[in-house]
């Protein structure tokens, strides 16, 4: 059955680290003009969402000979892939379409001109358009266009260009082409330099459909970080004096956290009132998140092995954990530097999506086999209170990955295997998703590993544990060689066994007082952690019985 659940997860881990990252969409963008120049913008927008472009003189003079037109095209499409999964190129010549690339993909357009009489005329704002430009349904491909058009009621603004008309997926393609007067022949064209504005603004500002769900998400979620990190300061703070190991890595996971959805919640909010990102912010937000995963997985493994409350110390293992931990930081911080930068594609993005796969495949092998090693020696020890807690935990990794083979398969189908994506405004669940599970994850560690007065019965206790195992080790034993037989010349020793017990009590004190316990760290950090030694130990204590 483990092997299963173990098969079950690095097929998840391998399909989980194929998905493309999700960045946000920006709102405002700068082009420099500086010869015959098109240039392609892609967004999701709300409906009546104004379109503004602007013209900013350069530091250089512009020749008073030239004038300018400029022609627009804004198409508008049910299908997500049509406008965000098509190559520049492809695009263009997409300019001035009137019908469908395919049949049943539906949308509009809209296009018009403008013409600039010198470079004084370009730079002064100004209302480019008594009223906005009416859009048209695209046709089928085998039909004629449609002469249906829908008129806008209201009037442009200053610089306002055009208007969506819909929630949907846009494609924004602006073509410049500068002209000589008529004295002047195209071979004396001049240079000329000038910065192209283009603005979307709309219900919500500069945020678009597709962000602003995962905006309200991460807001959610810091404040559910800050509520996890309240409840667990106020647990530490109340039993301080028995507070465990492992429960500081809880608090550290819960810090970072809380650090991680703040920073992307201030990023969206950004690009909301700005229309743009700091690409630094957006920058330490990634690193931030990749050490923060990285810190889970960590975090997920320790209490796996039983780090602190079955096993003292973690010995040669710490190398392996901190060689696992350190890979997959290196890695995920590659992945969403470049993603965020534009730099994610082709080897690069293969190598680093095939080692994310490999690490996460690992980590899960890991963590399942490590699972079903300690609850087989809580077993053993017939500890049913720490084999109770880590009961719980398997039962809930093992509903996680239920949960996420069920959302792979889900968005597998919604978003991968169509011709047209149409669910575009789902898009932000499959980034949302994973974080939640996470979350739910730790609010189950916080719950089972929560500081309380009776923390120390899940800590491990070398000496002690191990002479009470070996007690009810040897009780049932007794009870079944014996069983139906009555004992005779037997009587109760009350004065020997107090007189066994005094003397295992002044050996244990001994011990305390006269070898440190940092001594015994040092010199045995290895042998406390290995069963090989602890059963040798005692068969020979059997032994001499």
């Not at 406008?83 to 296009?111: I, P, R």
């Not at 120390?456 to 009780?475: G, M, N, T, V």
């Amino acid at each position: 059955m483990p092997s299963v659940q173990v098969h079950r997860l690095c097929l998840l881990l391998s399909a989980l680290a194929f998905r493309p990252g999700l960045t946000a969409e920006v709102s405002v963008w700068s082009v420099g003009i500086n010869s015959t120049q098109d240039a392609v913008f892609r967004r999701t927008l709300y409906a009546n969402t104004t379109i503004y472009m602007k013209f900013q003189r350069d530091k250089r003079p512009c020749n008073k000979n030239l004038s300018f037109n400029i022609s627009w095209y804004l198409r508008s499409s049910v299908c997500y892939n049509e406008v965000f999964n098509t190559s520049d190129n492809k695009a263009m010549n997409m300019f001035g379409m009137e019908h469908m690339l395919k049949d049943g993909w539906s949308g509009f357009y809209s296009q018009g001109y403008m013409y600039f009489e010198n470079c004084s005329s370009l730079f002064s704002p100004k209302v480019y358009y008594p009223d906005f430009n009416p859009y048209q349904p695209l046709s089928s491909p085998k039909s004629d266009p449609s002469n249906q058009s829908h008129i806008w009621p209201d009037k442009p603004d200053i610089s306002a260009v055009a208007k969506a008309w819909e929630d949907s997926p846009y494609l924004f393609i602006v073509k410049v082409h500068p002209q000589l007067h008529d004295d002047y022949s195209e071979s004396e064209l001049p240079n000329f330099n000038f910065l192209m504005k283009v603005e979307m603004m709309g219900p919500h500002e500069y945020s678009s459909p597709a962000d602003w769900p995962l905006m309200m998400f991460f807001m959610v979620m810091c404040i559910v970080y800050v509520l996890f990190g309240a409840l667990w300061l106020f647990w530490c703070a109340c039993y301080w004096r028995d507070l465990l190991r492992i429960q500081f890595w809880i608090g550290a996971v819960i810090i970072l956290g809380m650090l991680e959805k703040a920073v992307f919640y201030s990023e969206y909010q950004s690009i909301r009132y700005k229309g743009d990102y700091v690409l630094g912010a957006v920058i330490f937000a990634e690193l931030l998140s990749a050490l923060k995963r990285s810190l889970a997985r960590i975090l997920v493994l320790i209490v796996s092995l039983g780090y602190g409350i079955v096993k003292p110390r973690l010995g040669t293992t710490v190398h392996r954990l901190v060689a696992v931990g350190l890979l997959y930081l290196l890695f995920s911080s590659v992945e969403g530097v470049l993603r965020v930068t534009g730099g994610f594609y082709g080897t690069v993005a293969l190598v680093a999506n095939l080692s994310l796969s490999l690490i996460d495949s690992c980590v899960m092998w890991w963590i399942f086999i490590s699972l079903s090693q300690t609850t087989r020696l809580l077993k053993l020890r017939r500890n049913v209170v720490k084999l109770s807690l880590y009961q719980h935990f398997t039962n809930t990794l093992i509903f996680s990955v239920v949960a996420s083979i069920i959302f792979i398969i889900w968005t597998t189908k919604v978003f991968k295997l169509v011709d047209c994506q149409r669910g575009w405004r789902d898009l932000w669940v499959d980034d949302a998703f994973w974080r939640l599970l996470f979350s739910t994850i730790l609010l189950v560690i916080m719950v089972l590993l929560r500081p309380s007065a009776n923390s120390q019965r899940f800590s491990h206790s070398p000496l002690i544990d191990e002479e009470d195992d070996e007690d009810e080790a040897k009780e049932p034993m007794i009870n079944e060689a014996f069983e139906g037989m009555k004992m005779r010349g037997s009587k109760p020793d009350t004065n020997g066994s107090q007189k066994l017990l005094s003397k295992e009590d002044e050996d244990l004190k001994w011990v305390e007082e006269n070898i440190p316990t940092t001594v015994a760290d040092v010199a045995l950090p290895v042998m406390l952690d290995e069963e090989e030694e602890i059963l040798k130990t005692k068969m020979e204590r059997s032994k001499m019985e």
